[in-house]
């Protein structure tokens, strides 16, 4: 009995020694973690009482108000006001000490999450990226602070391929929360599609992720990264202690998930009671684009109309591969070939800058779906492009880049050339190029000097088109060429119509031609505009086939 009693004691001291450990580690943690969460106050403090001073707000109403919050977009906010270097050397000394402490709590994924949080607002983003391959917390954790690490350096292949993981391995509510994209839709948008994302309407968010990626011709999905990451940065601020004087809310959530988290805070001015007393403004990455098409087809890729700077947007995204984004507009010019077709897009970015020197990669990015695209790219700022692609409906992304200078210039749209009903006449789309010495016979003459853009010069411009699925009747095909002001009323083009009013073509002329038979006839005109006062114009060619409906093609122009 004695013997038993013995090997029971001992049995039970040696299993009290590891849960002895295991109370004494997790007390160690919580010493850590609060050590770790005063550090975290000490400084949100110091930054509180030096905030910039600067009189911001919204220019009348408000362009979304978020719960508590008024949200604007002003032009004002592309000016960083700049930390003071006390809160610069508090922020240094913040992540001097949370380093320290990671080291004796590995697995706190708090401490994790503040160090990466404050490292890329110190711009360190390789050290946040290490930092993130280190953590041991929850896997999913890790990964998420890994995609966002990656993202913000610029990585979109590696980030996307982390927040993947952190997806599969999350809380089911966590990845609902996540898969949400209602939270960025217009009103109108959400109307029509409901919820969206979050087992909902899976293929519509497939689609919308897609079609605003921002940059089709970069690796990864830097919107949707984008949009992971101000989840993983609502995570991180949620526990913390924040720069407003308010407690943490849904609202800032939802504010942070549709505009991204502040990169900077301003105060305005106090009053001589209370100096600190001023409003504080949380200023977001800028200048913000709207990367979402804001088009509610989006099962018609060729109806999709895209507004970077759409007013009083739902959602708005600073690019990381571009800190400016300008939109243009390229002369974009479709033509058959057989079933396929050929597009071709001309552009100029040469006399801007920072186009105008240095590296420039130039992309068109031709798309039918989110898995496959046809590609053409170039390292000019000036030039054509051109790719042939399936008859279906694209996207047509064309993105220019200054990797050094981060600045972008940018055209999106959806393209269709409908299949040429049997036995009927088409034409082509009209291509603007600029006339040489050789006669325009081909294609691929007039893209060598293709305009970039539809607006053209008081001088000699050249035109050209093909007609296609003439047969031997049209050997001697009326075809005409008409120039026309732009936005004439119904009832004027009523009155020319019968003799009630004169005519305003200030270009009018008509031939017979005697194209190609069976396969493609090409043509080309030189017209000289000199002549012509400025302004917009429709340019028209018809063609009358003998037995068949007419067959014609417009293109609307700016004559300077």
């Not at 839709?185 to 990626?213: F, I, S, T």
């Not at 200048?287 to 088009?295: A, D, E, K, M, T």
Request: hydrophobic residues 40%.
């Amino acid at each position: 009995m004695k013997t038993r009693t013995a090997s029971f004691v001992f049995l039970a001291i040696g299993l009290m020694l590891p849960m002895e450990s295991e109370a004494q580690q997790a007390g160690d943690s919580l010493a850590v973690r609060k050590a770790a969460e005063r550090a975290q106050v000490r400084f949100e403090r110091i930054r509180k009482l030096n905030l910039p001073r600067r009189d911001s707000g919204p220019r009348g109403e408000c362009d979304a108000r978020i719960g508590r919050f008024c949200h604007w977009n002003s032009a004002d906010d592309t000016v960083v006001a700049p930390e003071p270097a006390s809160v610069s050397r508090a922020k240094q000394a913040l992540l001097a000490t949370l380093d320290t402490l990671s080291r004796r709590s590995p697995r706190d994924g708090w401490i994790t999450g503040q160090r990466i949080r404050y490292l890329i607002e110190s711009r360190d983003d390789s050290t946040a990226v290490t930092v993130a391959r280190g953590c041991r917390a929850e896997p999913w954790w890790c990964d998420g602070l890994l995609g966002l690490a990656l993202h913000e350096a610029g990585q979109g292949a590696e980030a996307d391929s982390a927040f993947a993981r952190a997806l599969a391995a999350m809380p089911e509510r966590e990845r609902c929360r996540w898969t949400d994209m209602s939270p960025l839709l217009d009103p109108a948008q959400r109307k029509r599609y409901g919820k969206v994302g979050c087992g909902q309407n899976e293929d519509v968010a497939e689609r919308l992720w897609w079609l605003a990626d921002a940059f089709h011709s970069l690796p990864g999905n830097e919107r949707q990264a984008e949009h992971f990451s101000r989840h993983v940065m609502a995570k991180i601020l949620e526990p913390a202690r924040i720069v407003y004087s308010v407690s943490w809310g849904n609202d800032i959530r939802e504010m942070i998930v549709r505009y991204g988290w502040a990169r900077y805070w301003t105060q305005r001015p106090g009053t001589s009671m209370e100096p600190y007393g001023g409003a504080i403004s949380g200023h977001e990455a800028t200048p913000n684009y709207r990367f979402i098409p804001v088009s509610l087809a989006l099962d018609s890729l060729h109806d999709l109309a895209f507004d970077l700077d759409h007013a009083r947007s739902a959602e708005r995204y600073a690019p990381v591969a571009a800190n400016r984004v300008r939109a243009i507009s390229p002369q974009v010019a479709l033509f058959r070939r057989g079933d396929s077709v050929r597009a071709v897009v001309a552009y100029d970015v040469s006399t801007r800058w920072p186009f105008d020197s240095g590296n420039v990669q130039s992309a068109l990015v031709l798309a039918a779906d989110p898995h496959f695209a046809v590609t053409a790219s170039s390292t000019s700022p000036r030039g054509t492009l051109a790719a042939n692609i399936d008859g279906r409906p694209h996207v047509l992304s064309l993105e220019i880049l200054s990797p050094d200078k981060r600045h972008a210039a940018w055209n999106r749209e959806g393209i269709w050339l409908p299949a040429r009903e049997p036995g009927s006449v088409d034409i082509s789309d009209i291509l603007l190029f600029e006339p040489g010495e050789i006669h325009v016979t081909e294609l691929s003459d007039a893209a060598a000097t293709a305009l970039p853009g539809t607006a053209v010069q008081r001088g000699k411009t050249g035109f050209y088109w093909e007609i296609y699925g003439l047969a031997a009747a049209d050997s001697a095909l009326p075809v005409s060429l008409t120039l026309t002001p732009a936005g004439q009323s119904a009832l004027r083009r009523i009155g020319e119509s019968i003799g009630l009013a004169r005519r305003l073509s200030p270009l009018n002329i008509a031939w017979r031609d005697s194209p190609t038979m069976g396969g493609i006839s090409s043509r080309s005109v030189v017209l000289d505009l000199s002549l012509v006062p400025r302004g917009k114009y429709v340019l028209r060619v018809e063609a009358l086939p003998e037995g068949k409906p007419p067959a014609a093609s417009s293109r609307q122009i700016l004559i300077q």
